[in-house]
């Protein structure tokens, strides 16, 4: 049975408080935290065309790379287990034994198999001889990369713009997006769509080629702008002062943002607003791209 099927379209919440009301910018959250109760916010879009892919080519199994807290392993095990293909996750890193981490119990309990690399074999994994050995170690799985990210999320993602213009009855001036391997960011872009793109990890400032070369066009760039200043110590690392907006923005607008991403991403955001970065009458949309169940308990 495909349990998979989402709740589209995703709200498209118009939010207002005294920074943005200063500002003369309207500032609207697309929620995507809302597509799926499992497979949330971003991997939910960018794994639909993958697996409509694999099941067209009569695969079983799909197998994909992350580390121990990734959303995109969580999304996978779910997202298999709902719609039936066996899952394999190939994880960075010792084998944690007892220790597990959430997300990776949770991978396990919907039947994913997971298999520990050491963090030198883990870089392979978006080389040719590497994919054609595991290829051939697990059978000939449905392979999706790392992230989810591949031209085939890039369709999926392009969806979520679609959507949000109709529901908005006209482009935005920009996108916000936070950014991890810049799946997301280049999907928006791929649509000619100006993106602010927030990444999640310390010394980011690679991802511009990333996500430029994702979209596989090269007259994108004047369209991104990547700020790579609100990683907030690196990649999961997290301050008082981000959690602290994080719970004042949920108790003001009801929303839910969690540390590793969206938080990090709506905190620069409005800093940029409140420095003046945007003109009178902007229009924001900022995506929520979901990952709520990696949030830190003091935060619920
Ligand atoms: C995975 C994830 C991202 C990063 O998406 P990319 O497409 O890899 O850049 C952003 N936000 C959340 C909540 C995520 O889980």
Redesign the pocket.
Known sequence: MDLLVPSLPTPLQEITDSVIIKAGVRLYIKRDDLIHPTV????WR?LKYNLEQARSEGAKTLLTFGGAFS??LYATAAAGKYSGFATIGIVRGEDPGERKSSTLKFCEEQGMQLHYVSREEYKLRNSDFYIDKIREQFENPFIIPE???SER?LQGVQELVTETEEQLGRSPDYYA?????????AGILSTGAHVLAFS?LKGGAFLEGDILNLVGENDKEGQLELFTDYHFKGYAKYTDQLLDFILKFKKKHGIQL?Q???GKMLFGLYDLIEKGYFKTGDCIVAVH???LQ?LLAELK
């Open positions: 949330s916010g971003n991997k960018k959303n995109h992230g989810g990210t999320a997006v936070a950014v991890g391997t810049g799946g997301t960011a999640a969690e590793v991403y969206t791209t979901g990952g990696g």
